[in-house]
């Protein structure tokens, strides 16, 4: 429940919990406190079980404690009620009664970056890596290239005249690998920029001119994440384990990976590299990727902390963020990182359950996947859909997204921005934003699967949709929508 499982892979994002049977059910909603619940669920294996929530105060007797009201809400459903809907709606009211977050409309006229964020494709840029982290793995032998650059910054200017010229008429771009050793090669180092892309001074000739198309450009940034191999690693900064050492979290672009605990991190390496980032010419909404990921406690001498610390420490770098830019979006769902974010990129997909491992547990638990997240916070915020197919722009309009994509101009890595992948994107762009991006604002008011592979929804504005996936035929309204050629 809401990060509580160490695998982000299983990405639980909300802290609701719940069960329906024929004669009614209940809804379970860790209203405060939900940093340190869990939910427990126990099956005997022929359709029956049960389901609750508890509190977990602390795992081992060092761990240190949050001085703070837990509070569990209990909510009966009838018999015949759809579970998935009235937990979204529980959650939603929780979202927008207890901590006040505005709907995107409401930001939109308060934010100049979400009003253009709410018409815009969102675009990753990919410029190169290090293979020093796991892109390495298992490759000493076989790959002896260290880095591979797979796009200049005055590349990147061309791809977005194209962009452009093929009417794609609203970006926002997204540079990725820009800083050191590529693609999170040596967070939380920024500076120099690498001479190998062009240096600052082709970084910022590439942000003026994607500025001067109209766009939003900004960047892929990490702050969380510390790795062993950046020059600015310190220890003081991260996370450390009960045994008071650096807890290392992961293997990842640069190597190995600590955690940074939020709190701990005086301002001018906050908000103060955030402006020197601001410097360089950025203009939208600004993302902050590896934000949403299990919680942990810090047994660090002097900053240590419960898992609550460590969201409080998360929000910090969302919420200056928004100041500092605008507008914040970042990487998972979680909700402690959704309430401050503007955007979201993940949500949980099929993708992640693939990423579960038949080996754990857990994973004999993994059912279905619901858009329980979708009908809770669509339209307090904008979620992110993948892909340049045309399933992919039938799933973008059925739940509302605002499509997303990545793209360098070298193959090996991303895919190349060529001609036919620009002609995927402005159809993508013409159906998803043009003609049905609005209801990326909308709350939706209803999800229902009718059949294996069709889905319907329907939004506050009046719209229905319903998508055939077997048959490949989208429904908005009662009419159908034309497949374009390029999907």
């Not at 762009?429 to 008011?445: K, N, P, Q, S």
């Amino acid at each position: 429940l809401y990060g509580e499982q160490s695998r982000w892979e299983l990405l639980p994002t909300l802290p609701v919990a719940g069960v329906q049977a024929p004669d009614g059910g209940l809804v379970l909603l860790a209203r405060q406190g939900a940093c340190d619940m869990r939910v427990n669920v126990a099956t005997d294996g022929r359709g029956g079980g049960e389901v609750g929530m508890a509190v977990t105060f602390r795992r081992l007797w060092v761990d240190p404690l949050d001085f703070d009201h837990r509070e569990l809400v209990y909510s009966p459903t009838a018999g015949g009620d759809d579970l998935v809907l009235a937990a979204a709606r529980r959650v939603r009211r929780h979202v927008v009664d207890d901590h006040r977050k505005p709907t995107l409309k409401e930001r939109a006229a308060e934010s100049p970056q979400v009003a253009y964020l709410l018409d815009a494709y969102i675009m990753k840029l990919f410029f190169g890596i290090q293979n020093q982290g796991i892109d390495r793995y298992g490759k000493e032998d076989s790959d002896p290239v260290l880095f591979r650059r797979y796009m200049t910054f005055a590349q990147a200017k061309d791809k977005l005249r194209r962009l452009k010229d093929a009417g794609i008429e609203r970006v926002c771009t997204q540079s990725v690998g820009w800083n050191p050793r590529g693609h999170d090669g040596a967070w939380p180092t920024r500076f120099p920029i690498d001479e190998r892309f062009g240096g600052e001074a082709g970084f910022r000739d590439l942000i003026e001119y994607g500025k001067s198309l109209g766009y939003q450009m900004t960047v892929h940034e990490n702050y969380p994440a510390a790795y062993f191999s950046s020059p600015d690693f310190q220890p003081d900064h991260v996370i450390h384990d009960v045994w008071g050492e650096p807890m290392v979290v992961g293997f990842w672009g640069g190597g190995v990976k600590c955690t940074r605990w939020g709190l701990a991190l005086p301002e001018e390496l906050v908000e103060g590299t955030m402006r020197r980032m601001q410097a360089l010419g950025l203009n939208g909404t600004h993302y902050l990727d590896g934000m949403g990921n299990p919680l942990w406690v810090n047994y660090h001498p002097l900053h240590r902390g419960p898992r609550s610390a460590h969201a409080r420490g998360i929000c910090r770098f969302i919420e200056t963020a928004k100041r500092v830019f605008g507008s914040a979006g970042t990487e998972m769902g979680f909700l402690y990182c959704t309430i401050p974010a503007d955007s979201i990129v993940h949500r949980g997909s099929e993708w992640h359950m693939r990423l579960c491992k038949p080996s754990w547990p857990v994973t004999a638990l993994l059912d279905e996947r619901v858009p329980l997240w979708s009908l809770a916070l669509h339209g307090l915020v904008l979620p992110e859909g993948h892909g340049e197919t045309w399933e992919a722009a039938m799933r973008c309009v059925l739940l509302g997204d605002r499509p997303r994509t990545e793209w360098s101009a070298e193959p090996g890595h991303h895919p190349v921005l060529d001609e036919a992948m620009i002609a995927r994107l402005k159809a993508m762009y013409d159906v998803c934003i043009r003609r049905f991006g609005h209801l990326v604002a909308e709350e939706m008011t209803e999800w229902k699967r009718l059949a294996d592979g069709v889905e319907r929804t329907r939004f506050a504005d009046g719209t229905e949709v319903t998508a055939d996936f077997g048959e490949g035929r989208l429904v908005v309204n009662g009419r159908d929508v034309d497949r374009p050629a390029a999907l």
